[in-house]
């Protein structure tokens, strides 16, 4: 059945003992999926104000405050790269209409600018792409840091 914890107590009606509900715990092993960062700068001059040395302790933070605490799972460091866009994106990169979804088609001109710049990472679950971009507009502020 594995490890539980069992929760007793006083049922409805005043029955002592009863089993008010169980939690399961289960040890997993030890993950350690790399991450990358793409440094995203375009042709119209603008770039994100994150930097190699920013991108290279955001692993140690976020394992040591976020992750460590509460999952078996650490972030390693792989690389930094900067990528220049070759067009435009504006003050603002418009993402709109993409919302909250897991994944975005590019049949509209937010979701070919994701594509754009996304398109540079690596689709293997080993590895986790972070794009560092300067200012978007988005219908949600869900996940914004």
Not at 35 to 43: E, G, P, W
């Amino acid at each position: 059945m594995g490890n539980f914890l069992m929760v007793r107590g006083q049922g409805f009606g005043g029955t002592k003992g009863v089993e008010l509900g169980r939690l399961g715990v289960e040890v997993k092993w030890l993950k350690s999926p790399f991450v990358q960062f793409f440094l995203v700068s375009d042709k119209g001059g603008h770039k994100t104000s994150f930097t190699e040395s920013d991108t290279k302790d955001w692993p140690e933070f976020a394992n040591s405050q976020v992750f460590d605490p509460q999952i078996n799972a650490r972030f390693k460091h792989l690389r930094t790269k900067p990528i220049d866009i070759d067009e435009d994106l504006g003050n603002k990169i418009n993402f709109r209409s993409i919302g909250l979804l897991p994944y975005v088609k590019r049949e509209d001109e937010a979701g070919r600018l994701l594509h754009k710049i996304t398109d540079f990472g690596m689709l293997e679950p080993q590895f986790l792409n972070v794009f560092c971009v300067w200012d978007f507009d988005n219908d949600s502020d869900e996940g914004l840091v």
